[in-house]
């Protein structure tokens, strides 16, 4: 279940891509929420969870502002900083 879980996070940045200009604030933070879940269930950064945030930050622009990313960016510093 948890891999089915993250492989359809992945497929989240199709669909942010496309859409992601309706995305409004509330929705953007359910989102990077969502993503920050699958990185917890799977106890590491995924990377189709990365693939789905780099959908958002493509798709969602000029919210950036107003999305708070502090939490999903200590999951990629951590990733950053792994060796795997």
Not at 53 to 82: H, P
């Amino acid at each position: 279940m948890k891999r089915l879980q993250d492989l359809l996070c992945g497929l989240l940045q199709v669909q942010l891509v496309k859409i992601g200009e309706r995305v409004d604030v509330t929705v953007g933070n359910n989102i990077i929420q969502l993503i920050i879940g699958i990185f917890r269930q799977a106890n590491c950064v995924t990377e189709n969870g990365l693939i789905a945030f780099q959908g958002f930050c493509v798709g969602v622009q000029g919210l950036g502002t107003e999305i708070d990313i502090k939490e999903i960016a200590r999951f990629i510093k951590f990733a950053l900083q792994s060796e795997e």
